[in-house]
Structures are given as C-alpha cells and as structure tokens.
C-alpha cells in the first residue's frame, strides 16, 4: 500500500514535469499553426503530430539515442553531471511529453481558432504588442479550452508505457511508473496489487477526462457567446 | 478575474510539483542501485529490507531477465552500481565491456532447472513426454533471460523439437513464465528449481538434472555507488540471516566466490 502510493506519486511528478514541458511549448506550437502562414507549417506538423501515428516504443528508442551515452544531450549531460540521463525519472517525463505532445497542441489549436481573430485585430489596432493581445485577448477566451488541453495531454502522460519503459526502465522507487508497476505485477503474477493500481489509473482517467469534457462543453458555449457579442 | 486566477493557479500548481521533485529526489545520489535477475526479486527485495534494518542503509534495485538488463547497462549505459546476474550470457557482456569490479572477486550461487505444472498437473517423466502432452508450456525469452537459454538448451539435448508460438510461450522473464502456469494460461513451463519452490500453486513435476543454473554477483566498476553495491552483495552472501533467506527459498549458496579474495562485510 505505501509503495502504492509512491508510484502513484513519482507517476504525478513525472507526468505534472511532463505538462510544464508540453505547456507553453504546445501553445507556442498552436499558436504558429492556427495564426501564422510560413514555410514548414505543413512539415510543423506532421512533425509535432507524429507521435500519435509512431509505435510509442519508437518514440522511446529514438528518445534513447539521445539522452543515452551515444546521443549529444546524453554526452553533454554526462559530462556536466557524470550520468546520462536514461534510465532516469527525467527521461520517463520527456518521453510522456514527447507522446502528449500532439494531444496537447490540437487541443489549444481547437481553443486558439475558437477565438474571433477580429478581436486580435481589434487589440493590436488599439496599440497592443502580440504578446499583450495573446495575453490579454486570445488566452482569457480560450482558456477553458486550454486547461481542457493540459488536462487531456496530462492523463496522456500518466498513462505512457512503452516510450517510459525503454528510455527510463522499469526501477522501482525511480522510474516505475503506474503502468510500468501494473506490467511488472502482472509478468509475477502478483493480481490483487495490479488490480489496485489499475483501479486507481481507471479513476484518474474517468475524473481528468470527466473535467476536460465538462470544461469543453462550456467552452464552446463560451465562445459562442463572444461571437455573438462580436457580431 | 477568475479566468486569470485559474491559470494562473494551474502555473502555480505545475511550478510548485517541478521545485518539489527537483529537492526531493536527491536523497537517490547515495543509494547504490542493482539490477538483477527476475528469479531473485523476492529474496533480494527481503535481503534488502534485512539489509536496511541492520545497517539503515537502502538499495534500489530493477528486476528482469539478465540478458536484457545486462544489454541496457552495456550497450545503452544504464546507472547500475551492480548486478546479480543469471547465467553466463550476462556475465560476458558485463566482463567484456571492462565493467566486471577488480576490487571484489564476484559470488557465484546456484539453483536447479525443473519442469512445473499447475496444481493439477500430472508427473512427467521426459521433456518428450512434455512435447507429447500437447499442452502448452512457459519459459522466459531465451533472447532475454538465461532460464530461457538454460530451457531450449535442455529441449535441444533431449532432441525433441517445439513448435514455438504454438506450444511454446515465450515470456520476458522466467518469473513471468512462472506467473503463467499460475494463472492457468500455461498448463506448464521450464523455470528453476527456486522459482517452483517460491510458489504454492505451482509443483515441480520433473528436475532437469543436467542444468545448473549459476548467478554472477559483482559490483560495477566505476560505478558511482559501485563499493556500496558490492557492501550489499557481500552482506547478502556473508550474513546468516540473508544467507538463510537464499537457502530457505532453495539456492545453493555452497558455492564459493571466484578467484581469490576474502569475503568483506
């Protein structure tokens, strides 16, 4: 029951890490997809997109060769810190942003392009930098939509196997993850304790996706309000 | 405004659980980590906590077949400080790559191979009587753990040949070919003798005598907690408590530590 509850802790710490990354980057991502023309927005992403089209086990090799000895944060890590960082909790939260990523920037483009772009317009007319309008315009309408996303891309990150368990191993107490510890109860037949942590995935996954809904449903009501305002 | 409250709330929250994790797991520097075979996770796991009672010193260990976790440290430079591995695929790999301690000679324990059979399992008495069965049969991927090896090597002596995939399931360690004749999904599985005995829903239905199954304890050199590693592995080995532990659950710990060197404490 106490190593119950430290899994599930170093699971939230790994997947809440794993949310800090995917935050802002995912909203700079889909801020550039929904509100910007450029070069390389088709290849953007396909790119950012991938992980949800790759075998997560993939996504974790390739993570591998460059946190490992071999790859170039790997090296510089290990000569700064004298270890690398496979096999450790921080390669276990890329490796959950890394395959939440894609959850993480649809959903905040789904929120980004509910926004009346008129608005912006409106903003930046008055004398707004970008940052002020995205600040102050765009986030405070899509943010029922953003959090939506964190959340969506959060039980994402709790939930990653196959990527963790190649990049950080399975090491209890310092990369075993819930699901990681479920596969590792149920390879030594150890059921009861299995079922208890896929009880409590099952709970987190219901209440995280309950709240992304509820807070979806809202939004769209929100954001045809403002419309309608706008007109 | 509630709209910037809450994320601003949800910013808080993300900060506090990075500066939270970033102090809280540095106490890991200091506690040496052993990976090692899966057939020795219960009675390492309860070593340990003998271990930690005594001295108030912890480990931290990663369990599964030796041949993966062997190939993790070696090819792709996991942290281990040391193993206890089974059989003598692992150990090349270990030696090979330099990482063998010269300190401390390592130990060497044994166990047995044998054919196991759910409850209701009747006796065998070859492993072509096995074949004949038709049933399904358990053992760990030869491609990841020794057991596996030590179990195709033992069918190839006997000359009879498998239909893997069909009657041969293959799990990723011997303790998960084990779990499977528990649990029904095999009827029986090649696992060792120490495996049967840590189990009350499984019997021993034949004793492959020709196989010996033999474990590799070493520190890794260089490792950062390299000398707390083999402090443990010595202890495990040296102390009749812990020595108990292994005997009772059916490793033969008569074996003696190769090459010279004094047993330390």
Same mark, same amino acid.
């Given at each position: /029951? ?13 997947? =809440?890490?794993?949310?800090? +990354?995917?935050? &802002?980057?995912? /909203? ?14 088709? @290849?953007?992403?396909?790119? +950012?997109?991938?992980?949800? @089209? ?39 939260? =890329? ?15 789904? @929120? ?90 099952? +709970? ?5 996706? !309950? +709240? ?20 | ?49 003998? %271990? ?34 089974? !059989? ?24 047995? =191979? ?7 399992? =009747? &006796? ?27 179990? /195709? ?25 084990? @779990? ?16 049967? %005995? ?36 010595? %202890? ?27 047993? !330390? !404490?």
């Amino acid at each position: /029951m106490n190593s119950d509850i430290s899994i599930v802790a170093l699971s939230l710490q790994i997947a =809440l890490v794993a949310t800090a +990354v995917t935050l &802002p980057l995912g /909203m700079f991502v889909a801020w550039l997809l929904v509100r910007k023309q450029f070069r390389g927005k088709f @290849a953007l992403d396909v790119i +950012v997109s991938l992980p949800l @089209a790759l075998p997560p086990v993939v996504i974790g090799y390739a993570l591998l060769w460059v946190v490992g000895t071999n790859g170039w944060i790997g090296q510089l890590s290990e000569s700064w810190f004298g270890s690398t960082l496979a096999f450790t909790w921080i390669a276990a939260a =890329l490796a959950a942003a890394i395959v939440s990523l894609p959850l993480v920037v649809r959903s905040f483009a789904a @929120a980004l392009a509910g926004v009346d772009p008129r608005l912006e317009i409106a903003a930046r007319g008055l004398g707004a930098g970008s940052v002020r309008t995205f600040v102050t315009i765009t986030l405070p309408l899509a943010y029922r939509g953003v959090i939506a996303g964190v959340l969506l891309g959060f039980v994402r990150a709790l939930s990653e196997f196959g990527a963790t368990i190649v990049v950080a191993g399975n090491i209890p107490g310092r990369t075993q993850t819930v699901p990681s510890a479920i596969f590792t109860r149920i390879s030594s037949g150890d059921t009861d304790a299995a079922w208890r942590l896929a009880l409590v995935s099952v +709970v987190l996954g219901v209440v995280a996706l !309950g +709240v992304h809904n509820w807070l979806l449903k809202r939004s769209a009501n929100g954001v045809a309000n403002t419309n309608g305002r706008a007109k | 405004m509630t709209t910037r409250r809450t994320v601003g709330f949800v910013l808080t929250l993300i900060c506090v659980a990075i500066l939270a994790s970033c102090g809280g797991k540095s106490p890991n520097e200091s506690v040496p980590l052993i990976f090692a075979a899966a057939s020795l996770s219960d009675v390492l796991t309860e070593s340990a906590e003998i %271990y930690e009672s005594d001295t108030g010193k912890r480990v931290d260990f990663s369990f599964g077949g030796s041949i993966a976790l062997a190939n993790q440290i070696v090819k792709l430079g996991a942290p281990a400080d040391g193993v206890l591995f089974a !059989g003598g695929e692992p150990r090349r790999l270990i030696r090979e790559a330099g990482l063998e301690s010269a300190a401390d000679a390592p130990w060497l324990i044994s166990t047995s =191979l044998v054919v196991i059979g759910g409850a209701d399992a =009747l &006796p065998i008495n070859s492993l072509n009587d096995l074949v004949i069965s038709g049933e399904r049969v358990a053992v760990a991927n030869p491609e990841l753990a020794p057991a596996g090896r030590y179990a /195709m090597q033992a069918l190839a002596n006997a000359g009879v040949s498998v239909d893997i995939g069909l009657q041969l399931i293959f799990t990723s360690d011997v303790r998960a070919a084990l @779990a499977a004749v528990e649990s029904g999904n095999a009827k029986y599985g090649i696992v060792y003798g120490t495996d049967a %005995y840590s189990s009350a829903r499984v019997v021993t239905v034949m004793e492959i005598d020709s196989f010996a199954g033999d474990y590799f304890f070493t520190g890794i050199a260089g490792a950062q907690n390299g000398r707390a590693a083999q402090t443990f592995i010595n %202890y495990v080995v040296d102390e009749p408590e812990t020595r108990e532990v292994l005997e009772s659950a059916g490793f033969d710990i008569s074996v003696k530590r190769i090459g010279p060197g004094k047993p !330390g !404490g």
